[in-house]
Every structure is written in C-alpha cells, then in structure tokens.
C-alpha cells in the first residue's frame, strides 16, 4: 500500500477538498482507497457521512483517535480493522467500480492525542523513534493489506500526529493558494519536514530511518480570466517553480459554487456530476498523482 498525506500547516487551502476528491478519483479507476482523517474538525470524514451519522455510529468507538488510544492502554484494541467505516453515498456512485473507498473517522478530541503524544516524549526521549513511527507501523498492519492506497488528510499544524503522517508517506501534496502569504508558508514547511526526518534518522535504528518523501505542491483556489490564472497569482506560481518544492501542473480552480455544496451531499465533485471544467481538471490531477505513485513504485521495486 501506497501512502500519501495531503499537509500544509495552513487551514483553508484546500487539502480536505482535495483529498476528498483524490480518493474518489482513485476508487473510480479501481483503486481500493483508505482514507485517514487526521483533523480534529473532521471535515474529511463530514464529507463523507452526516454529522448525525458522525456522532452516532463514528464518534463513539470508530475514529482514528481509539487506535492511538488503544495503543496506550496495551493495546486493548487489537486491530484497527474495526475502525474501517464504508460511505454509503459514495459506494453507491462506485456500484460500477472495482474499487472501493474507506475512511477511518476523526475524533473532534484528536488534538488530545497530539497533545499526550508530546507529553510522553518530554518524559521518554528515547521513545522518539516509537512515538513518530506509530502511524507507519499501523498501516503496515494486515487489516490493510487489501487496500492499495491511503490518503491522509491532515491538521493544520505539525505536531507529532502530523509528523507520524510524514514518516509514514511515500509522497506529501501541499495544497497552496497562489499568494504571497500562503506560499511564504511553503519553504518553512520543507525546513521543518527536513529537520524531523533529519532528527528521526539520528535517533532511530539503522534499519529504521525513512527517506524524506517526495514532496508536491498543488495550487488550489486559483482564479481564472480567459482560462489562465491572473497575473499575480501567475508570478507568484512560478516564483514557486523557481524554488525548492516541484508544483503539479495540473492546478485547481477557485469554484465556490461547485466546491462549496459538495460536502453536504457525500458525493466529492469528481463523481458528483456538476462542473464540467472543475471535473476535467481533477480528473487531471488525479492522472498526474497517479503517475508520481506509479514511478514511486517502479523506484522501490
Ligand atoms: N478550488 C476551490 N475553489 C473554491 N473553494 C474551495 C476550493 N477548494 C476548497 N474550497 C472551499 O474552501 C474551504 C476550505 O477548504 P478545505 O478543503 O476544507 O481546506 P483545508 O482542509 O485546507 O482547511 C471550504 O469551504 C471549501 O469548500
Ligand atoms: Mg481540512
């Protein structure tokens, strides 16, 4: 299984969108696609099901948060294959499909397990390797052995959950707006995402250290006049080109109108059926994230 964490530690750029989308995208081509949502907001996981059916059949006993719970109490929770939930309303739009898609649910007290995670490597140093290398081992579990994909949608932070999220990923996308601010935000990122596998190496076993994953930036929100983005989001993406972090060259539209009610219906805009332009594009992005997995795949192999 492949694993790619859509990451910004800025909120609003549209990763969950993106996300959402990437794994629809997917599971339409006959990928068998796992979703993680790694945001205490759960916005990925209300993209999916209603809150109603959040509170009631999730929250409860099937959310990311009990695996890392679970891990604490010696491991009460054997497998995390019982925290798999299926979107109804999707796996009725993929009925034709070979592939599938599945989430495991945000806890909206996620936030507590990157605070206690913290705590614990304050009083145990040497549990560096251990405590940021939790999510790769989990995923590495055989109760995931069937899927070939899982997407991690994270917080917008990077704290010790999203840090696990990049020891366990073989890529990293970074949603951006074309502005200043946000891509400011892009070189930071890099230096610390460098530093932690850096770090993360040091302490860790010899055969444990992890390749710093490739990383992708993906313009989100970007506005269009005459089918190309405005000027000034054109010079800041390609000062961006310029710069250390590789862009896709598929780009995504700003389109409130479509993006906006999609969440609401269950259904990601890929498969959703309104928006011509905006489907075209992210099927293209789709296509052009495959391919980096694909020559991912053929380097490993
Ligand atoms: N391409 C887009 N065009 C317009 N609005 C978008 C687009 N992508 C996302 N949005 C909207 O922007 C808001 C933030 O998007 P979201 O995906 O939740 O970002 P993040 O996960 O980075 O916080 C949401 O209201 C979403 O509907
Ligand atoms: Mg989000």
């Known amino acids: 299984m492949q694993v790619v964490s859509i990451i910004n530690h800025k909120g609003g750029v549209g990763k969950t969108t993106l996300t959402a989308n990437l794994g629809a995208g ?21 993209s999916f099901f209603t809150p109603p059916e959040w509170a009631a059949e999730l929250l409860p006993a ?8 679970g891990l604490d109490t010696g491991g009460a929770l054997q497998s995390p294959a019982g925290l798999i ?11 034709r499909s070979t592939g599938r898609l599945d989430l495991i649910a945000a806890h909206r007290d996620l936030s507590d397990v990157d605070t206690t995670l913290a705590a ?12 940021h290398n939790r999510l790769r081992v989990a995923l590495q579990h055989e109760a995931f052995s069937g899927y070939d994909i899982a997407l991690i ?15 366990a ?25 460098a530093e932690f596998v850096e770090e993360f190496n040091v302490r860790c076993a010899e055969d444990e250290r992890i390749s710093r994953p490739p990383a992708a930036v993906v313009f989100t929100m970007v506005q269009l006049h005459n089918d190309e983005p405005i000027e000034a989001q054109r010079s800041v993406m390609s000062r ?5 972090v590789m862009p896709l060259s598929t780009t995504i539209r700003d389109s409130k109108a479509v993006y906006g009610p999609a969440p609401e219906y269950g259904v990601p805009v ?5 928006g011509r332009a905006q489907t075209r594009e992210l099927r293209e992005f789709v296509s052009e994230v495959s391919s980096h997995l694909d020559g991912a795949a053929g380097m490993a192999a």
């Open 26 to 46: 997917l599971a339409a081509r006959g990928k068998r696609v796992l979703l993680l949502d790694l945001d205490s907001q759960a916005s990925l996981t209300v």
């Open 62 to 69: 099937r959310t990311i948060k009990h695996w890392f719970d």
């Open 85 to 95: 939930s299926t979107p109804r309303r999707v796996r009725e739009k993929l009925a």
């Open 120 to 131: 614990q490597l304050m009083h145990d140093e040497a549990g560096f390797t251990l405590l």
């Open 153 to 167: 949608d994270c917080a917008p932070n990077f704290g010790l959950v999203a840090r696990n999220a990049v020891a």
């Open 169 to 193: 990923s073989d890529l990293l996308l970074i949603p951006t707006k074309p502005d200043y601010l946000s891509t400011n935000g892009i070189d930071s990122l890099g230096l610390k995402i």
């Open 240 to 244: 961006v080109a310029a710069g250390g």
């Open 270 to 274: 890929i498969l959703g059926g309104t």
